[in-house]
């Protein structure tokens, strides 16, 4: 499935800015950013829910926003994507 990971960390006190680079990187670890703080994921039910705990131990709930989009069925979803940037097709043949 695909999972849109959309995230806001406080960044006003050194915490925050910590915890910030800490959540990229268990965004990074498991899908693609498209956006500064927003990835596409493609998971199983178990990564995904494995994502959602390792997220949520990273913010701050009091401070934070952690928005995670659940598209169950890839093919039922659209992208629509403009700019420079263009994210890899998961579906495709990867080569290497």
Do not use: H, W
């Not at 494995?50 to 131990?57: C, G, I, Q, V």
């Not at 890839?74 to 890899?88: D, I, L, N, P, Q």
Request: aromatic letters at 6%; a positive charge; one cysteine or more.
């Amino acid at each position: 499935m695909l999972v849109i990971v959309c995230y806001n960390v406080n960044t006003e006190d050194r915490a925050g800015r910590r915890r910030l680079r800490r959540v990229a990187k268990v965004c990074e670890s498991t899908g693609q950013r498209v956006q500064k703080s927003v990835f596409e994921c493609q998971v199983t039910l178990a990564q995904m829910e494995d994502l959602e705990r390792r997220l949520l131990a990273e913010v701050d709930l009091k401070t934070d926003c952690l928005r995670l989009y659940r598209m169950a069925d890839s093919r039922g979803c659209e992208v629509r994507e403009f700019g420079k940037f263009k994210a890899t097709d998961f579906e495709d043949p990867l080569v290497l």
